[in-house]
C-alpha cells in the first residue's frame, strides 16, 4: 500500500507533458517592453514563454530556464536606426528553432540581420539571447532565455 501511495505522489509530482500555458501565444507587450526597452516603444507582438526542462520525468525542484521568444513591431524606423549603427556588423542571418506556434505572425519576406555586438548589448551578457532584425517592416525576432528585467525599465 505504501509503495503505491509513493508511486502515486511520484506521478503527481513529475509530469511529461508540456503546461498548456507554455504553447499559449501571447500578446502582452509589458513584459517585452521590461525586458527589451533599448528597443524602445513595441506593438504587435506574439510570443512565448515556455519553461525549460519541465517535461522530463527526472526533473529535480529548483530554478527552472524561462525562454521567451517571438516577434515584435518597432516603431518606424526604428531598425534602421539600429542597424545603421557603425560600430555594430549586421549580417544576414534567419532565426533558426522558429516554434511552430509563431511561424503565422513572422513576416514572409522578411530579410533578417543579426549583430553578435548587438546581442551582446541587449543583453548586457547576463543572459543568453539572440536578436533577428528586419529593417523592411520594423520587426524584431528574439530568442532568449532567462531574461532579466533591462536597467532602463526599472524606477
Known amino acids: 500500500m505504501l509503495a503505491l ?40 507582438a506574439h510570443w512565448l ?19 521567451m521568444v517571438g516577434t515584435a513591431q518597432l516603431r518606424a524606423g526604428a531598425v534602421a536606426a539600429i542597424t545603421g549603427a ?23 519576406s522578411a530579410r533578417w540581420v543579426r ?3 548587438f546581442d551582446r548589448d541587449m543583453t548586457g551578457g547576463t543572459y543568453s539571447g539572440a536578436f533577428y532584425l528586419d529593417p523592411g517592416t520594423d520587426t524584431v525576432y528574439f530568442d532568449t532565455i532567462n531574461p532579466g528585467i533591462s536597467a532602463s525599465s526599472e524606477p
Do not use: M, N
Not at 92 to 99: A, D, G, I, M
Open 5 to 44: 501511495g509513493v508511486v502515486t505522489v511520484l506521478a503527481a509530482c513529475t509530469s511529461t507533458a508540456k503546461s498548456t500555458d507554455d504553447a499559449k501565444v501571447r500578446t502582452d507587450l509589458e513584459p517585452l517592453e521590461r525586458r527589451f526597452a533599448e528597443l524602445g516603444p513595441l506593438s504587435g
Open 49 to 67: 514563454g515556455t519553461a525549460l526542462g519541465t517535461d522530463s520525468r527526472v526533473s529535480v525542484p529548483g530554478p527552472t530556464d524561462v525562454r
Open 86 to 108: 557603425p560600430q555594430r556588423s549586421f549580417q544576414p542571418e534567419k532565426p533558426v528553432q522558429l516554434p511552430e506556434e509563431l511561424a503565422e505572425f513572422v513576416p514572409k
Open 115 to 117: 549583430s553578435d555586438s
